[in-house]
């Protein structure tokens, strides 16, 4: 079921995405599960965190996940609520996911879609965010399997020997954010 902007809130105890048009224009609101199904453009957002060391926090999906089970991905992603920025949104999800904090910062974002072998359909403009934190991480369990910090040089080695072990938007925006980085430092 879309529910336009301008109407009621929708249900409280589904969780709903934003559809957007191509320029990230909202359109309304979808269940999420829907909105899988029939593969409609979202908003998504996703945050890679770094520590002071440079290291990649990675979390592995949780094996009950809907789509991507036990695939190691950035540190989180999810999709921001309506009225909610994707820095907010990554804000509240990496605490609910990962027990942590961090003020990212937009870096870019991409369009994406790919079918999984579910048959689910992940249609996402995804914002692409960047944040820094010493923090040790606190894993939701029904989040996360895993995590750990990788260099850049281990996980570069992974994505060419081992890219299936990793999300689809992972693996789409992971040179991005790694130019994204290396302009950052330059700038610096």
Known sequence: MTIPNENLTPDA???WV???DPNDKELGLMEK???HEKGALHRAFSLFLF???GEWLLQQRAHSKYHSPGLWTNACCSHPR?????????TRR????MGMYCQPKPVFHFQYRSQFSNSLIEHELDHVLIGYSDAIPKPNPDEVADYR???LSDLEFEMKHYPT????WFRICFQEVKDQLSSIKHSA
């Open 13 to 15: 105890t589904k969780e």
């Open 18 to 20: 934003v559809l957007v």
């Open 33 to 35: 599960m829907e909105a």
């Open 51 to 53: 520590n002071s060391k």
């Open 82 to 90: 309506q009225g909610e920025t994707p820095a907010q949104a990554a």
């Open 94 to 97: 990496l605490n609910e996911e």
């Open 149 to 151: 910090y990788v260099s």
């Open 165 to 168: 072990h990793f999300t689809v």
